[in-house]
């Protein structure tokens, strides 16, 4: 009884190690399932929540918090799978959407580049270039992505219980030893970690609930939950949007009691703060190309492939 | 303080198989004398700038990868320390494991060894990270942080000591990492180009020469700096009293101490990480 997430770089056989997982444990295997869930249940369209948990967010992203929206849809989708337990979802995003549950074991998958760019010769029919350029580029989106929403490379091996390289394991090789694992104590569902689901999962169907009302801003609150009595503190632009937020969180299903302790935030202090930064940002960025330009000026380079 | 010694010993008491550390490769080294003990005790400190121009790094590889060379030819075994892993190349019946512990399952331990209250030590285990991390990337090239270096990667916050072996037995007994004929040959032709390079090292008249051997059936390439007819006879005549070998190839050629990744891909092309 357990839950593992599987993170993947691009091409390491993820996928193939849920499968087989799965076969061998009787577990659901489920990744793109969230997505469409969520899709269905929210009434986003499904390339929006894609792009939420591949690319990195733009600018305008940022400061509307259009990111945390569509990923509030995800978790909430993700949980709802999680709470009936003995799950495998395969995704990158996996262990930081169920981070706090005891019973979720995380693994990663890793390969060796010249592995990786084989299997995406095989699988995508490219050629040897740009299945090395597809790589980089999509380990490079995520990796940006992960430092944006949780400060963190999503390569460390500290995020994860355990990392396997596929490069020299074999994943049948591998397979026994997993089982093992999520076998052990350690992963078994527990009273207190039924419980920490539980109260993810309702503070996840009330942000996911939020993240539906068009003027509120999910990077301005904090919501818990503790079994069905959901707290929500932070910042709300005026006293009807601040209502409607109670209101709506009734609604949801599993919510017992709300406590509400949002501050109206009339001058939006943190949004014109958030402005600012992406200036003094865009300035930087501006100095790094100017420097670049001066330099490949001198040496008689093209100048727009630089910058790019 | 990431309980590799504990998980030795709870790995010895669950398989019986033979553990080792750097400690008893340090033995086997101070056989060769004065510059292997040299090498192997002032390497083990080198991380500031001065020692990373130090000529030992070479004597050191070769010396250290010697030791666990002869030490894995005798099959089933575990070694822990020093990054043994970057010594010697992928084979088939290798798995490279590393431990990973989260600061507060290892700040207890510090405290107890070293009597220290927790702010010291965590400033310890930081800067023993650090120095390990500079030690690695000066001798190997290689930041031992890198995943891709290992096999299999755990996380004891969540893993126990007694899963974590339960896991490695089972791994051990797959039949596709038994060593098979082709992998011991693999392990005993690497120690034969290992023990010629560590018998040129330790003569006095070649010491200076960085010679790479690689070691193929009955014949030996060697490749190192321009020789003189009378060097390349003592070259030679080591390398007859180390190993029975008919045919012995001289290619003159440049190659890097620095660049210890170029020298691993010359000796064994396409196995290193």
Known sequence: MAIITISRGTMSG?????????????????????????????????????EAINKRPTILHKLTFEKERYLAFIRAS????????????????????LKGIDHVLKIRIIAELPDRIKAAIERNNLSETEAKKYIERVDKERAKWTKFLYGEDWTSPKLYDLVINSSHLSIENSIDALVGLVESPRFQTTPESKKAMYNLL????????????????????DIRSDDGKVSISGRSKSQEITDSIQDTAKSVAGVKEIKMSVEIDYRSYLFIKNIFMEFYIIRKKYHACYFYITRYDVRGSGISKTIL | MSGVQELVKQFYERTGIRCISREDLLDVVSKHGDLALKAVTQLSEATSAYNHFSKLRRPYIILMRQALLEELQKDNILYNGFSGQLLVPRIKHFIRVRINAPLQLRIPPTIERLGVDEENARKYIREMDEQRVQWARYTYGRDIRDPLIYDLHFNLGHISMKVLCGIMKNLMSEPELQAT?????????????????????????????????????????????????????????????????????????????????????FTLPGTII
């Open chain 1, 14 to 50: 993820g996928e193939k190690l849920a499968h087989l997982l799965s076969e061998k444990l009787g577990y659901k295997c489920i990744s793109r399932e969230i997505i469409i869930k969520a899709a269905d249940d929210y009434g986003v369209e499904e390339h929006k929540l894609f």
């Open chain 1, 78 to 97: 993700l949980c709802e799978y999680a709470k009936d337990d003995n799950l495998i979802y395969h995704g990158h995003a996996g262990h930081f959407l």
């Open chain 1, 202 to 221: 309702i503070s996840s169907r009330v942000k996911a609930a939020l993240a539906r009302l068009p003027l509120v801003n999910l990077g301005y609150l």
């Open chain 2, 181 to 265: 004929e082709e992998s011991k040959n693999e392990v005993w032709k690497l120690l034969q180009s290992t023990n010629i390079e560590a018998a040129l090292i330790c003569d006095i008249r070649t010491r200076n020469f960085e010679i790479h051997a690689n070691f193929e059936k009955d014949k030996i390439n060697l490749v190192g700096p321009y020789l003189e007819e009378k060097d390349l006879i003592v070259v030679k005549e080591i390398v007859r009293d180390t190993v029975q070998v008919e045919e012995i190839e001289y290619t003159p050629g440049y190659t890097s101490t620095i660049d210890i990744e170029g020298w691993q891909q």
